[in-house]
């Protein structure tokens, strides 16, 4: 999992960033990015969002996160710090393997003129 301090404290962050932010949509997953207000943290903070819609158990839920988590990891520090990302998981995300999901977050982050492919 990621360090605290790269991720985002969504409960007091999320009606803010999902009223401010934009969204992109990805096969896998929703992708809201919000810049962040104040004192700019060291890194760029993410969070993830996997819902009982996409699955009712637990164990399958914490592993999109794990796997999603994973795939955000090598895009981290080239990242702007004062970026705020939330990861909606999408019921495809079940299935995809680490991979794909790596390449999934690599082109919405091109896309939203974050990173350069």
Do not use: C, W
Not at 42 to 57: C, G, H, L, P
Not at 99 to 104: G, I, Q
């Amino acid at each position: 999992m990621l360090s605290r301090k790269k991720l985002l404290p969504l409960r007091k962050e999320f009606r803010r960033i999902k009223k401010t932010g934009k969204l992109y949509d990805s096969l896998s997953f929703g992708f809201l990015l919000s810049y962040h207000e104040g004192e700019i943290p060291e890194s760029a903070q993410v969070a993830f969002v996997v819902s009982k819609k996409i699955d009712k158990r637990s164990v399958v839920r914490h592993e999109v996160k794990r796997k999603l988590a994973d795939a955000v990891r090598e895009f981290l520090g080239q990242l702007p710090k004062s970026a705020q990302i939330v990861f909606l998981a999408k019921q495809k995300a079940i299935n995809s393997s680490p991979e794909d999901l790596r390449a999934e977050i690599a082109l919405v982050l091109d896309r939203a003129k974050l990173i350069k492919k």
